[in-house]
């Protein structure tokens, strides 16, 4: 998914998770995401909005090289409190989460 977040955050799991074609299924465990409105509040099923992921995580990263600002400015400050992934999506009434750009 990014680079940023050091692994995959939202993935199946083979052999355990079913499929829906072109969703990129649930999160793995201890991972946090949601889909927030441009108010910062939560979206509802299948409505689109921006993908944060609401808890740290071990492989994620720590700063921008020689920039702690740019880092803050670019995941932390469009919703406080949240990594902000700089993608569209949406969360489905199962759970499955879309990536829409």
């Not at 649930?26 to 944060?52: S, W, Y």
């Amino acid at each position: 998914w990014q680079t940023e977040t050091g692994g995959i955050m939202i993935a199946p799991l083979p052999g355990v998770t079913p499929l829906k074609p072109g969703s990129a299924t649930k999160p793995f465990f201890g991972i946090l995401p949601e889909v927030f409105k441009e108010d910062g509040t939560p979206a509802k099923a299948n409505e689109g909005g921006n993908l944060v992921i609401k808890k740290p995580w071990p492989s994620m990263e720590r700063t921008i090289w020689g920039d702690p600002e740019r880092y803050k400015k670019t995941y932390f400050s469009k919703f406080p409190d949240v990594y902000f992934a700089g993608d569209s999506a949406r969360k489905d009434s199962d759970g499955y989460f879309w990536i829409m750009g």
